[in-house]
T-cell receptor
Framework: DTGVSQNPRHKITKRGQNVTFRCDPI?????LYWYRQTLGQGPEFLTY????????KSRLLSDRFSAERPKGSFSTLEIQRTEQGDSAMYLC??????????FGPGTRLTVT | AQTVTQSQPEMSVQEAETVTLSCTYD???????LFWYKQPPSRQMILVIR??????QNATENRFSVNFQKAAKSFSLKISDSQLGDAAMYFC?????????FGSGTKLNVKP
């Protein structure tokens, strides 16, 4: 078990382009979370899955954001028509449903 | 709404000394979990310690311990015998049901 992995680690894109990030959770973990973290702030909840079902989305998540977790394994987060305000670290975390979350290294997005 | 407040943006401690990081939270729930996470520079977030709200006894993990004051909604982290490797951002987090809420973090500097 190598922990939670995220790809890519860094992404630079131009405003208006679409980007997709991938998260591979720890294999036996049935819950997966996406967070956004801006400089100097703590992680901000975006959405979470239990197996393949997306159970909750933050009201802060605009329609340009979509997430999937097909077959309850890896998850993708897509941002369409990126804006400069989307620049942030996007964190993925998984949990077996007990107490704590196990975080990935994050994907740093820079929108120019 | 649940909120987590860390009022100390940055703190410093001398190596081998003790430091306490503060955290307060707001909730109307009686059953929840509290966590402290550590995020070293350019590295992923890891769990330091957790506390179940129904437990009166304060959690301890080696050099890390908490002071949990449920009535005051306070959850501070004490680091004893500080080491250079303790330098990081520390985030207080609150979990209720399936959602986690994080504070804005405290940057801990450890001076040799």
């Amino acid at each position: 078990d190598t922990g939670v992995s995220q790809n890519p680690r860094h992404k630079i894109t131009k405003r208006g382009q679409n980007v997709t990030f991938r998260c591979d959770p720890i294999s036996e973990h049935n819950r997966l979370y996406w967070y956004r973290q801006t400089l100097g702030q703590g992680p901000e909840f975006l959405t979470y899955f239990q197996n393949e079902a997306q159970l909750e989305k933050s009201r802060l998540l605009s329609d340009r954001f979509s997430a999937e977790r097909p077959k309850g394994s890896f998850s993708t987060l897509e941002i369409q028509r990126t804006e400069q305000g989307d620049s942030a670290m996007y964190l993925c975390a998984s949990t077996p449903g007990t107490y704590e979350q196990y975080f990935g290294p994050g994907t740093r997005l820079t929108v120019t | 709404a649940q909120t987590v407040t860390q009022s100390q943006p940055e703190m410093s401690v001398q190596e081998a000394e003790t430091v306490t990081l503060s955290c307060t939270y707001d909730t109307s729930e009686s059953d929840y979990y509290l966590f402290w996470y550590k995020q070293p520079p350019s590295r992923q977030m890891i769990l330091v310690i957790r506390q179940e709200a129904y437990k009166q006894q304060n959690a301890t993990e080696n050099r890390f311990s908490v002071n949990f004051q449920k009535a005051a909604k306070s959850f501070s982290l004490k680091i004893s015998d500080s080491q250079l490797g303790d330098a990081a951002m520390y985030f207080c987090a609150y979990r209720n049901f399936n959602k986690f809420y994080f504070g804005s973090g405290t940057k801990l500097n450890v001076k040799p």
